[in-house]
């Protein structure tokens, strides 16, 4: 017993030297005002003295909830005067903002959740990568594969209609006439079935039985001339029909016209709206990639569209190949090859996926964590604000516990997670969609990436961007809905006035996507020189529309939208020299003067057993060896 008296005077000693300078100015923050008696220390510190730890005497306020107010956390009782709940919530509320260098500093607290973003960035930028380079493996085999197949099924192809050609000229391919409609189709049932020995690549059909073309048509029910009165006579409800063809090894006297009279069914030109040609073919992938080399069966379901739509006297012909991997087909093949020499290499690669997914977890139970922390801060920053100075926060103030940075990181997490998990299912063969996985680590890695600059604004040289797109954020959006009102006015005019007559308006999209290349000073002289001179009206209009656009909101609106983010800029920047603060709460925090290293904001640990035996000695609210000063 005596050696918690004596600890008790010891802590006295500490309070009556932090008195002398506790004192803080509250301009600014309410008339209220606590007022606290010196006899309360005097008192105690008396009954401290004489060795008697039960004739502690401490003197409450008038108001029994404003002691309830007081901490009760005996860390701050070795450094703080009981009264002084005031300088208490400025500490608290000093460290809750401090960047993790200080807090290490005003605790010994690790920056864990700094190490694990680094972590982080270095081992999913590193899965990403070797993901990616069997993304590209996959995305160039199947790219490759069709247009191998436009090629073989499509006589007369050229390489100039190739996707990868810029300008795209794919949808100038065409049929004109209807003998040479009748030989396109013949061509494509000859070549289906001559394939194995007319392809380079490796392409196999299916079984005999289930080797077939379907032939799926969609005509009017009615589409007659009446030449006598010259009209016509139309019904133009769809009739879908569907016809199969069975595939021999030769079918060199396959004709499509008699097959179809054969079927009771005559194509007629006039009627026909859309006609298409649809088979499969398997093939398999053989990846020259370490992480995943095992072989995939790939079947593609082919299909050669025929659109007269528009009835225009021009047939558009266009050939899809959806892909997919056939999963019992790659795990027989698999069964049958040899062992593989890069097994460690792969073993390293799951490793590092079960190492991203612990990873992601503990940042996410980290963040969390500290989010909730946030939460109860903020509560108990409002009831102290309420209760002493008769003050609410504004909504700014609230929204500044909220750590937007750590929901960031919370969303990479969980994308970082799903997109690892459904990698570890590629591998395993119980998931196929390589798309969904890179982009659920694409955007994992960005928003990993984006979270590192949170640290960086820590330092004065780096917060400023990040605060002048934070501040600017509101004025931008509202610039942005009267420039897009103006951008939105342009795309509707100039999609339905040189839509026809230009190709780079003949949809709503691609004339959003030429105007916003037009801003950027890109292809100009071409969008000009591509308008249509057949009509003069259109032709001269569009000459006034693309000027006035350009110059407007390249000259105007950019310049415009310049100033607002630099007159921001110069706002923070002017405010960061100053040093001034934004409002009441960071007025409140700043009054404290006690910098992270005094040792001020050190918390005692205690042991699990040690705080059992405080909490079941603690009776009558008789203070003992266990019991913290305060209460």
Same mark, same amino acid.
């Given at each position: 017993?005596?050696?918690?008296? =004596? ?98 500093? =005003? ?42 197949? +436009? ?22 391919? =065409? @049929? ?33 039985? +289930? ?7 969609? +005509? /009017? ?12 006579? #139309? ?9 199969? !063809?069975?595939?021999?090894? $030769? ?88 062992? &593989?020499?890069? /097994? ?37 920053? !409002? ?40 990698? !570890? ?14 982009? #659920? ?41 009267? =420039?897009?009102?103006?951008? @939105?006015? /342009? ?28 801003? $950027? ?36 609106? &950019? ?9 921001? /800029? ?42 059992? #035996? ?18």
């Amino acid at each position: 017993m005596s050696s918690a008296v =004596a600890r008790r005077a010891a802590v006295s000693h500490s309070i009556d030297r932090d008195r002398s300078g506790s004192e803080v100015s509250r301009e600014g923050l309410g008339s209220a005002r606590v007022d606290y008696q010196p006899s309360n220390s005097t008192n105690m510190r008396n009954n401290l003295t004489s060795g008697d730890p039960n004739g502690i005497s401490i003197q409450r306020d008038d108001s029994e909830e404003m002691s309830q107010e007081r901490l009760t956390d005996s860390a701050y009782s070795n450094c703080y005067t009981p009264p002084q709940v005031e300088n208490m919530m400025q500490r608290e509320l000093k460290y809750f903002f401090m960047n993790p260098y200080e807090k290490y500093k =005003a605790r010994g607290r690790k920056p864990w959740k700094l190490c694990i973003q680094i972590l982080k960035i270095v081992l999913v930028t590193t899965q990403l990568v070797v993901f990616g380079t069997d993304q590209f493996s996959v995305v160039t085999f199947m790219e490759e594969n069709t247009k191998a197949f +436009e090629h073989i099924f499509l006589p007369d192809w050229q390489s100039a209609f190739d996707s990868g050609v810029y300008p795209n000229t794919k949808s100038q391919y =065409a @049929l004109y006439e209807t003998d040479e409609f009748f030989e396109h189709v013949d061509y494509v049932v000859k070549q289906y079935s001559n394939l194995n020995t007319v392809a380079i690549g490796t392409y196999v059909l299916p079984p005999e039985p +289930e080797r077939q073309i379907l032939v799926y048509t969609e +005509e /009017y029910t009615k589409f007659d001339v009446v030449t006598k009165y010259n009209c016509y006579d #139309l019904d133009l409800k769809i009739v879908k029909n569907k016809t199969y !063809i069975d595939v021999t090894t $030769n079918m060199t006297g396959f004709h499509l016209k008699d097959f179809m009279e054969e079927q009771n069914h005559t194509i007629k030109f006039d009627r026909l709206k859309f006609m298409s040609l649809n088979f499969t073919i398997n093939s398999v992938h053989v990846k020259n990639s370490k992480s995943l080399s095992d072989p995939d069966c790939v079947e593609f379901h082919v299909k050669v569209h025929y659109d007269n739509t528009p009835h225009s006297g021009r047939i558009a012909v266009k050939l899809l190949a959806d892909d997919k991997i056939d999963e019992p087909c790659t795990k027989h093949t698999r069964s049958h090859i040899a062992d &593989l020499d890069d /097994y460690g290499w792969r073993t390293a690669i799951t490793g590092l996926d079960v190492i991203i997914i612990i990873l992601c977890l503990v940042s996410s139970i980290l963040c969390s964590r500290s989010l909730y922390n946030g939460y109860l801060l903020k509560k108990k920053t !409002i009831n102290f604000f309420d209760r002493h100075y008769q003050k609410k926060l504004s909504r700014s103030e609230k929204m500044t516990f909220l750590n937007l940075w750590y929901v960031m990181i919370i969303i990479s997490d969980v994308l970082t997670l799903a997109g690892t998990v459904a990698k !570890i299912l590629i591998q395993e063969q119980k998931f196929s969609d390589y798309d969904t996985v890179s982009l #659920l680590l694409g955007a994992g890695c960005f928003l990993v990436w984006f979270g590192i600059i949170r640290y960086l604004g820590f330092f004065h040289s780096y917060s400023i961007p990040v605060i002048t797109l934070k501040v600017a954020m509101p004025n931008v959006m509202r610039f942005l809905i009267c =420039a897009s009102i103006m951008y @939105l006015a /342009y795309a509707f005019c100039g999609w339905v006035v040189l839509g026809p007559y230009h190709k780079k308006f003949r949809t709503m999209g691609i004339t959003i996507a030429c105007m916003f290349s037009l801003i $950027n000073g890109d292809d100009m002289f071409a969008t000009f020189e591509a308008m249509s001179e057949t009509n003069k009206l259109i032709y001269y209009f569009s000459q006034l529309y693309l000027y006035s656009f350009i110059s407007l909101f390249i000259y105007v609106v &950019l310049s415009l939208f310049i100033a607002v983010i630099m007159d921001t /800029y110069e706002t923070v920047k002017e405010f960061h020299e100053r040093g001034e603060c934004e409002n009441d709460l960071q007025v409140f925090i700043k009054q404290c003067d006690d910098s992270p290293d005094s040792g001020c904001f050190r918390v005692e640990t205690e042991s699990a057993t040690r705080k059992f #035996l405080r909490r079941c000695c603690k009776r009558n609210n008789q203070p003992n060896e266990y019991t913290p000063l305060m209460d």
